[in-house]
């Protein structure tokens, strides 16, 4: 059973940093993507960014370029989303989320497209107070 634990979230203030982890666990498939998203109180789901397991190769939604390096430690199964100047508008729930058939597309948006997803984790809230 694939299983994704998220962790890091919390809260603080504009300007501070952050790094989000996320564990996959019970995986069997090896050509996959990891990506994350966001949602804040009365708005959709959107990307925030992915990375392709076995080339590293990384996606990011323009309102987050520059300030959000996500990164992978394949020995721990583990991506790491480290973001920087926050902002309040970056305030929402942060879901990690794995595609088990990444070899099908490598576009933007397929990577990007929630629907791309298999399996996601339960969440971690990040605050950003002004």
């Known amino acids: 059973q694939v299983q994704l634990v998220e962790s890091g979230g919390g809260s603080v203030q504009a300007g501070d940093s952050l790094t989000l982890s996320c564990v996959v666990s019970g995986r069997t498939f090896s050509s996959f993507a990891m990506g994350w998203f966001r949602q804040a109180p009365g708005k959709e789901r959107e990307f925030v960014s992915a990375i392709r397991w076995t080339t590293g190769r990384t996606y990011y939604a323009d309102s987050v370029k520059g300030r959000i390096t996500l990164s992978r430690d394949k020995d721990k199964d583990t991506v790491y989303l480290q973001m920087v100047s926050l902002k309040p508008e970056d305030t929402a729930k942060y879901y990690c989320?794995?595609?088990?058939?990444?070899?099908?597309?490598?576009?933007?948006?397929?990577?990007?497209?929630?629907?791309?997803?298999?399996?996601w984790g339960q969440g971690t809230q990040v605050t950003v107070f002004s």
């Open positions: 989320a794995a595609d088990r058939q990444a070899y099908s597309s490598d576009s933007y948006s397929y990577t990007s497209a929630i629907g791309t997803y298999d399996y």
